[in-house]
């Protein structure tokens, strides 16, 4: 018997590490900072290790964990809401030169507009949209109801139409193959 319990806490434990990449990329949501975005993963991995026992085998890690990280950030906003401390903008986290590719501008258009989402919608874009989660993952992770994710979903797709001056989903897409990289001359030595 003490033998299964041991094999099924590190068979949990072998799947947090392998779900430390999704951490990463879910934390990016909650934070633009780096820093503070790979604090909150390792703050979700110290809960989840502790109480590793309470994951019932059988049921999602990945969802475990999310909801973890999203109850973690939850509660340092309320702590430092309460001791307000003072955020400087650092100039040495910012690029001392923005790249120069039409595909790059863009790409950073779509981030500062998910980014400008309200916070429901932006976490539910990030977990479905760019983390692959499904709606039933999503609706536990941020303990509503299915429809409730499919509308914030919606919501934040049209929000994200609207700020980028999209008529449709696949504008962008249409777009780039309006002007496919094999079009560009190159400059050819010789």
């Not at 780096?34 to 979700?44: F, G, H, K, M, R």
């Not at 941020?142 to 499919?150: D, F, L, Q, R, S």
């Not at 914030?152 to 249409?174: C, I, V």
Request: with cysteine; glycine share 4%; net charge negative.
């Amino acid at each position: 018997m003490a033998g299964e319990t041991d094999h099924a806490t590190a068979t949990a434990k072998s799947e947090v590490v392998e779900l430390i990449p999704a951490l990463r990329a879910f934390a990016r949501t909650f934070y633009k900072d780096p820093s503070a975005a790979d604090d909150l993963v390792q703050e979700t991995l110290m809960r989840a290790l502790a109480s590793i026992h309470q994951f019932r085998p059988g049921t999602a890690m990945k969802s475990w964990l999310f909801t973890i990280m999203r109850n973690a950030f939850y509660t340092k906003i309320k702590i430092e809401t309460r001791e307000a401390p003072g955020a400087a903008d650092c100039a040495s986290s910012r690029p001392a030169t923005n790249a120069t590719q039409e595909w790059s501008a863009r790409g950073r258009e779509i981030a500062e507009a998910i980014e400008r989402l309200p916070e429901q919608q932006r976490e539910v874009i990030m977990l479905i949209g760019v983390l692959g989660v499904s709606y039933e993952e999503a609706a536990q992770i941020c303990e509503c109801a299915i429809g409730t994710i499919k509308s914030r979903l919606n919501r934040a797709r049209q929000r994200l139409l609207e700020e980028l001056g999209e008529d449709s989903p696949d504008a962008s897409w249409e777009q780039d193959q309006a002007h496919p990289v094999e079009s560009i001359p190159q400059n050819r030595v010789g």
